[in-house]
């Protein structure tokens, strides 16, 4: 797994500890997740959106209603959907919302 670079407010470069499910912080677990194909995931995590596209449901703050934000893991991972499934731990994508994420709280 590589380590991943967070951009501080100063704009420097630190480097993070490898990303795991120990101390990922969930940042994709406040992105819009459009559902593609039929994984499983109950109805009560499913919303409609205005164009009739189904999405995880999110709560008022951002957050995956799917997630347990008291262990910061998935309720629903062996049924999540595609989106979720090919989101990789410490990926480019999962890197961009990591450094995202600390932009905003160093706001």
């Known amino acids: 797994m590589d380590s991943i670079n967070c951009m501080t407010?100063?704009?420097k470069t630190q480097t993070d500890t490898e990303v795991a499910c120990t101390n990922c912080e969930?940042?994709?677990c406040r992105m819009e997740?459009?559902?593609l194909t039929e994984t499983g995931v109950?109805?009560?995590?499913?919303?409609?959106?205005e164009?009739?596209?189904?999405t995880m449901t999110r709560l008022d703050d951002g957050w995956c209603t799917a997630l347990d934000r008291h262990s910061m893991l998935c309720r629903i991972y062996q049924k999540r959907p595609?989106?979720?499934?090919?989101?990789?731990?410490g990926g480019y994508?999962?890197?961009a919302e990591r450094t995202a994420a600390v932009r905003w709280a160093n706001s």
Do not use: K
């Open 9 to 11: 407010d100063d704009n």
């Open 26 to 28: 969930a940042c994709c």
């Open 33 to 35: 997740v459009m559902l």
């Open 42 to 49: 109950p109805g009560h995590y499913i919303d409609t959106d």
């Open 51 to 54: 164009w009739g596209g189904r």
């Open 82 to 89: 595609l989106i979720c499934r090919e989101f990789e731990m």
């Open 93 to 95: 994508e999962c890197q």
